[in-house]
């Protein structure tokens, strides 16, 4: 039941024109709560269940756009593999999501499987709620794209589907290939660190420009900007409070994390202090 629009209608109103006022903003605050109701309701259950009412609707757009999209990139190769499914559980555990949020993320990816479910629509309302912040939907495709490589493998379709969702973003074809390599060093990255397999000096150092989205023959300046820049783009301060759900904020963690290690291996190789 959402009711603050009243309270809050009858409390300005009471202040500024007394009882007429509060009546009014009673009324105001009626159309209010049933639009946000309404709002939400269109996206899942996911509005119920994530508790804190700032941000709250980018946060549940956030949600069933992410697993509604993951479950089309899987379907989009030509069936749903067990192998999918594990990756997409993987991500919820690695996410924190249980119980009831967890029933919401598995029917927002089965929604997404169906012949029917509307891309194109699906991405461009998460892009109108994003209001043209470019770092919050950049680590939204980043996510989508870890998802994708998280067996180290992305499949043509994948690839053609992420590449359309990434243009219909705003980014552009070069910034889209950018995130592609970075997420694909990423996933080598973890890969490698998780199972300790070894590789020569000169593959780590490649991998970790691919990480910053430089090239090897950089100058020190444009490295330096690149990773400023993905700092800033991952700053979990700044990625709460323009709605990215605190379930999600370990992942952006983790990537700048990724970002800090790849700049001082590349510093050191540079022997720049």
Known sequence: MHYWGKVLGFIFGFMMFKLPGALLGVIIGYYFDKGYAK??????????????????????????????IMGHIAKSSGRVTENDIALASALMDKMGLTGALRQEAQNAYRSGKQADFPVAETVKEFKQYCFGRRDFMAVYFEIQLQAALANGQLHQNAKRVLTKIGKTLGFSAAEVETYINQAKASSQYQQQTHHSHSQSDQQ???????????????????????????????????????????????LAKERAQQIQAAYEYVKKSRGLS
């Open 39 to 68: 709002a939400l309701a269109d996206n899942g259950g996911f509005a119920r269940l994530l508790g804190s009412r700032n941000n709250i609707k980018n946060r549940v757009i956030f949600f069933h756009t992410l697993f509604s």
């Open 204 to 250: 780590q150092l490649s991998q970790m420009y691919q990480i910053l989205g430089v090239d090897a023959g950089a100058s020190d300046q444009a490295v330096k900007k690149a990773y400023k820049k993905l700092m800033s783009q991952h700053h979990p301060d700044k990625l709460a409070s323009q709605g990215l759900p605190e379930q999600a904020l370990s």
